[in-house]
T-cell receptor, first 118, second 111 residues
Framework: GAGVSQSPRYKVAKRGQDVALRCDPI?????LFWYQQALGQGPEFLTY????????KSGLPSDRFFAERPEGSVSTLKIQRTQQEDSAVYLC????????????????FGPGTRLLVL | DAKTTQPNSMESNEEEPVHLPCNHS???????IHWYRQLPSQGPEYVIH???SNVNNRMASLAIAEDRKSSTLILHRATLRDAAVYYC????????????FGQGTILTVHP
C-alpha cells in the first residue's frame, strides 16, 4: 500500500522567503508528527497532531514555524521568513492511533523534504 | 526522557551477524525499547521493540538484559542493504508517541 509521501522532495529558498512543505500520511492514520533533521544529526521532534488537533507544538523552534492539519489528513508545515539555520531535512511520520497502542505504536516515516536556504 | 548511549559507528562483513549495543541505565519500568534505522536519503523505519523479554521478527532480534539497563539489536546475517544509521529509543511515561532520537550508530557493511 501507499506509504507516507512528502512534497516537494527538495526545496531551495532564498533567505526571507516563505516555504510550505506538504505531508500525505497513510490513509486512516490518526496521528501525525513532524521532525527536523540537521545534517549528521538524528531527527528532532517539532509537532504532533491527533486528527486535526495539534496537541503538542513544543518542538517548533520559533514562531516562524507553523503547522496545520485542517481536515485530519494532509498536513502542511510552513516556515515564514526562512533563515539559513532552517536548512535541514523535514520528516513527516504517521501512526495508526496512539490512543489505542500508545508508546508501542509504530511510526511510518516519509522520505523527507530537504530544504536549503541560501 | 531517559537517555540512550550507542557507539558512533560499527563495521561488519556481509553475511556475518552484527550485534549493535545500546545502554540505557536510567530506563524506567514502563519504558519500551524501540529500534529504528535510517537508510541513506530515506526516512527512518521501524525495526523492532520490546519491554522485558527478548523479541524476534523477520528483520532482527532484540536481546534485553535482565536488569533492562542495556539491550542489543542483532542482525543475523548482514547484507549490504543493512548499511544504515541505527537508533535505540526509549518510549514511555509522558513522551506518549514522539520519538527522541540520539546520534545513533552508523553501520557499515563490507562486501
Amino acid at each position: 500500500g501507499a506509504g507516507v509521501s512528502q512534497s516537494p522532495r527538495y526545496k531551495v529558498a532564498k533567505r526571507g522567503q516563505d516555504v510550505a512543505l506538504r505531508c500525505d500520511p497513510i490513509s486512516g492514520h490518526v496521528s501525525l508528527f513532524w521532525y527536523q533533521q540537521a545534517l549528521g544529526q538524528g531527527p528532532e521532534f517539532l509537532t504532533y497532531f491527533q486528527n486535526e488537533a495539534q496537541l503538542d507544538k513544543s518542538g517548533l523552534p520559533s514562531d516562524r514555524f507553523f503547522a496545520e492539519r485542517p481536515e485530519g489528513s494532509v498536513s502542511t508545515l510552513k516556515i515564514q521568513r526562512t533563515q539559513q539555520e532552517d536548512s535541514a531535512v523535514y520528516l513527516c511520520a504517521s501512526s495508526l492511533d496512539l490512543m489505542t497502542e500508545g508508546v508501542q505504536e509504530t511510526q511510518y516515516f516519509g522520505p523527507g523534504t530537504r530544504l536549503l536556504v541560501l | 526522557d531517559a537517555k540512550t548511549t550507542q557507539p558512533n559507528s560499527m563495521e561488519s562483513n556481509e553475511e556475518e551477524p552484527v550485534h549493535l549495543p545500546c545502554n540505557h541505565s536510567t530506563i524506567s519500568g514502563t519504558d519500551y525499547i524501540h529500534w529504528y534505522r535510517q537508510l541513506p536519503s530515506q526516512g527512518p523505519e521501524y525495526v523492532i521493540h520490546g519491554l522485558t523479554s527478548n523479541v524476534n521478527n523477520r528483520m532482527a532480534s532484540l536481546a534485553i538484559a535482565e536488569d533492562r539497563k542495556s539491550s542489543t539489536l542483532i542482525l543475523h546475517r548482514a547484507t549490504l542493504r543493512d548499511a544504515a544509521v541505527y537508533y535505540c529509543i526509549l518510549r514511555g511515561g509522558t513522551s506518549y508517541g514522539k520519538l527522541t532520537f540520539g546520534q545513533g550508530t552508523i553501520l557499515t557493511v563490507h562486501p
